[in-house]
C-alpha cells in the first residue's frame, strides 16, 4: 500500500520564527510552502503583517502570498478550497509539502473541513453595523464581551468585522459561534504532522517589541499612510495599521501608536497560543533549539 503524501504544518505566535524555520524544512525536504496567514496573502499589504521578504520568497516557492489582492473576500472558506488545490497540484510533484502560518482557523479549515454555518438575519446584520458605525470599536468590544466572553478571548480584538460575526452568531441563534466549529472532521487524502513553535513568554514578548522596532526601521509608517483611503476595508482591520491610523488622524501621539502596537500584537500572540494549545494534535518544540532531523523523525 502506497504511503500517504504528508503535510508538515508550522504554527505557532507571530514573530516566534516559524517562516524562518518552514523555508529550512521545505529546501531540506525540497518542496514547496503554502501559507496559512489571512493578511500576508494580500498584495498591497507588506510590513505590518511580516510577510516574508524578497529572498525569503526565492529560497522556496511559496503559495497564498501575494495571491491576493485587498479588495477581494477572502476567508477561511476560501482558503481551505485554495489550499485544498493548491497541495493536490503539488503533491503530484512531490511526497511532502510544508504549510505554515499562524492563523488557526484557516489551518483548522484545511485540516478538517469548516463547518456549516446557519443564516444570519439580514435585519440583525444591518441593525449591527448601524451601532458599530455610530458607537465605535469600544462599544463592538464590550458588545462582544457581555454576550460572547469565550469567543472574546480568541477573537481578533481590534478587528471589527470579526467581532461583529461573532456578534451577529450569538444575536441570531442564541449560541456562539465557537459551537458552530464543532463538525465531524472530513476526511483528507494525505497525512498531517504539526508543528508547534513556543518560547518563553518574555522571549517571545522581547522579540515583538524589537520586530515593530525593525519594521519601524523599515518603512512602516509609509506604507500604512498609503494605504489610508482603505483604512475600512476589512484587510486593513490589522495590527500595525489601525493604530497608525488613529495617529494619522490626531487620535494618538505617534509614540502611543507604537506603544499599542507592541500591546496589541503581545495580545495576539497569547490568543494565537491559547487556540493552538487547544490542538491536541500538535507536536509543541523549542524554537530556538529545533531542527529539521527532529521534525522528520514524527513522521510515521
Same mark, same amino acid.
Given at each position: 500500500?502506497?504511503?500517504?503524501?504528508? +503535510?508538515?504544518?508550522?504554527?505557532?505566535?507571530?514573530?516566534?520564527?516559524?517562516?524562518?524555520?518552514?523555508?529550512?524544512?521545505?529546501?531540506?525536504?525540497?518542496?514547496?510552502?503554502?501559507?496559512?496567514?489571512?493578511?500576508?496573502?494580500?498584495?498591497?499589504?507588506?510590513?505590518?503583517?511580516?510577510?516574508?521578504?524578497?529572498?525569503?520568497?526565492?529560497?522556496?516557492?511559496?503559495?497564498?502570498?501575494?495571491?491576493?489582492?485587498?479588495?477581494?473576500?477572502?476567508?477561511?472558506?476560501?482558503?481551505?478550497?485554495?489550499?485544498?488545490?493548491?497541495?493536490?497540484?503539488?503533491?503530484?510533484?512531490?511526497?511532502?509539502?510544508?504549510?505554515?502560518?499562524?492563523?488557526?482557523?484557516?489551518?483548522?479549515?484545511?485540516?478538517?473541513?469548516?463547518?456549516?454555518?446557519?443564516?444570519?438575519?439580514?435585519?440583525?446584520?444591518?441593525?449591527?453595523?448601524?451601532?458599530?458605525?455610530?458607537?465605535?470599536?469600544?462599544?463592538?468590544?464590550?458588545?462582544?464581551?457581555?454576550?460572547?466572553?469565550?469567543?472574546?478571548?480568541?477573537?481578533?480584538?481590534?478587528?471589527?468585522?470579526?467581532?461583529?460575526?461573532?456578534?451577529?452568531?450569538?444575536?441570531?441563534?442564541?449560541?456562539?459561534?465557537?459551537?458552530?466549529?464543532?463538525?465531524?472532521?472530513?476526511?483528507?487524502?494525505?497525512?498531517?504532522?504539526?508543528?508547534?513553535?513556543?518560547?518563553?513568554?518574555?522571549?517571545?514578548?522581547?522579540? +515583538?517589541?524589537?520586530?515593530?522596532?525593525?519594521?519601524?526601521?523599515?518603512?512602516?509608517?509609509?506604507?500604512?499612510?498609503?494605504?489610508?483611503?482603505?483604512?475600512?476595508?476589512?484587510?486593513?482591520?490589522?495590527?500595525?495599521?489601525?493604530?497608525?491610523?488613529?495617529?494619522?488622524?490626531?487620535?494618538?501621539?505617534?509614540?502611543?501608536?507604537?506603544?499599542?502596537?507592541?500591546?496589541?500584537?503581545?495580545?495576539?500572540?497569547?490568543?494565537?497560543?491559547?487556540?493552538?494549545?487547544?490542538?491536541?494534535?500538535?507536536?509543541?518544540?523549542?524554537?530556538?533549539? +529545533?531542527?529539521?532531523?527532529?521534525?522528520?523523525?514524527?513522521?510515521?
Amino acid at each position: 500500500m502506497q504511503e500517504a503524501p504528508t +503535510i508538515f504544518i508550522i504554527c505557532g505566535p507571530t514573530a516566534i520564527g516559524k517562516t524562518a524555520f518552514a523555508i529550512e524544512l521545505a529546501q531540506a525536504i525540497g518542496t514547496e510552502i503554502i501559507s496559512a496567514d489571512s493578511r500576508q496573502c494580500y498584495q498591497e499589504l507588506g510590513i505590518a503583517v511580516a510577510k516574508p521578504s524578497a529572498k525569503e520568497l526565492a529560497m522556496v516557492p511559496h503559495h497564498f502570498i501575494n495571491s491576493h489582492s485587498i479588495h477581494d473576500s477572502v476567508n477561511a472558506g476560501v482558503f481551505e478550497q485554495y489550499a485544498l488545490q493548491k497541495s493536490a497540484s503539488l503533491l503530484q510533484q512531490y511526497p511532502s509539502i510544508v504549510m505554515v502560518g499562524g492563523t488557526g482557523l484557516y489551518i483548522k479549515a484545511f485540516t478538517d473541513g469548516m463547518d456549516a454555518m446557519p443564516d444570519i438575519a439580514p435585519a440583525i446584520r444591518a441593525q449591527l453595523i448601524a451601532d458599530y458605525e455610530q458607537n465605535g470599536l469600544e462599544w463592538l468590544q464590550t458588545q462582544v464581551q457581555l454576550k460572547d466572553p469565550a469567543f472574546w478571548e480568541q477573537a481578533e480584538q481590534q478587528n471589527p468585522q470579526r467581532l461583529m460575526r461573532g456578534l451577529e452568531f450569538i444575536l441570531s441563534t442564541g449560541t456562539s459561534i465557537l459551537d458552530f466549529r464543532k463538525a465531524e472532521k472530513k476526511q483528507r487524502p494525505f497525512q498531517v504532522v504539526k508543528i508547534g513553535l513556543e518560547l518563553p513568554r518574555e522571549i517571545l514578548y522581547q522579540r +515583538i517589541n524589537q520586530r515593530v522596532d525593525q519594521m519601524l526601521d523599515h518603512g512602516l509608517l509609509e506604507e500604512a499612510r498609503a494605504l489610508v483611503p482603505f483604512q475600512t476595508n476589512n484587510a486593513l482591520q490589522t495590527v500595525g495599521y489601525q493604530e497608525l491610523f488613529a495617529h494619522f488622524k490626531g487620535e494618538i501621539s505617534a509614540t502611543i501608536a507604537i506603544e499599542q502596537i507592541k500591546q496589541h500584537t503581545r495580545q495576539y500572540a497569547k490568543r494565537q497560543m491559547t487556540w493552538f494549545k487547544k490542538e491536541t494534535s500538535i507536536n509543541w518544540m523549542d524554537a530556538s533549539n +529545533i531542527s529539521v532531523e527532529k521534525v522528520l523523525e514524527l513522521k510515521s
